[in-house]
């Protein structure tokens, strides 16, 4: 019964769909973000609300992808730093990962409208709150080639939100990726549920 009360405090704000189409034969990919309001957050606005989910999506990924792990936190952080230093755009040097003697691209990925996609694997995000809680997310991936998906979900989500976002809310996700970073220290700090602790560090530069 307790357990049920817990989960029935559960509010869920917002859900981001990244949906993805990786082509083995050639190593690339294309993918899309579809958001979807289904309840808004009290005291963030719509913007403040999409740049906390991408930024517990890329904590999300350090957490659960260790192969990639520390190369994700550099790429996110030199990526961060170029916005807040003029860059108009959320940029990332190219990305490799060899599998099987193959090179596949982690990054880039050419970005489309989602209805354009079709037969994408789906990675879905929601913000979650209760009550006196900080935010948190619940993630669903789709299955197959975890190995690039899963690193490129985070990439593509705060790529492709900056680039929806004004000059000032993109300086704002830009801080609350590195606020993430910096609570870690190092990608060998990230532990297993560490995500909603992480935004909570960041949320300085979230609510400024």
């Not at 989960?7 to 990244?18: G, M, P």
Request: aromatic share 6%; no cysteine; glycine share 8%.
């Amino acid at each position: 019964m307790g357990w049920l009360s817990r989960f029935a405090r559960v509010t869920e704000h917002l859900k981001l769909e990244v949906l993805m189409k990786f082509d083995i034969r050639s190593g690339q990919g294309v993918a899309a973000l579809r958001w979807i309001v289904t309840r808004a957050h009290a005291s963030l606005s719509e913007e403040q609300s999409r740049i906390a989910l991408v930024a517990l999506l890329y904590a999300r990924t350090l957490v659960i992808h260790q192969e990639t792990r520390a190369e994700l936190f550099d790429r996110m952080a030199q990526g961060a730093r170029r916005v807040l230093q003029g860059d108009g755009k959320l940029t990332f040097e190219p990305w490799q990962l060899q599998v099987a003697g193959k090179d596949f691209s982690i990054w880039p990925w050419a970005l489309t409208e989602p209805g354009r996609i079709a037969d994408a694997k789906t990675y879905t995000a929601t913000l979650q709150s209760t009550a006196g809680g900080p935010l948190a997310i619940h993630l669903k991936m789709a299955l197959g080639q975890e190995r690039i998906l899963a690193p490129s979900s985070a990439l593509i989500a705060a790529s492709g939100l900056a680039t929806a976002l004004s000059d000032s809310d993109r300086a704002r996700l830009a801080g609350v990726l590195l606020g993430t970073n910096a609570h870690y220290q190092s990608s060998d700090n990230v532990r297993m549920g560490s995500e909603p602790g992480a935004l909570a560090a960041a949320m300085p530069a979230l609510v400024r």
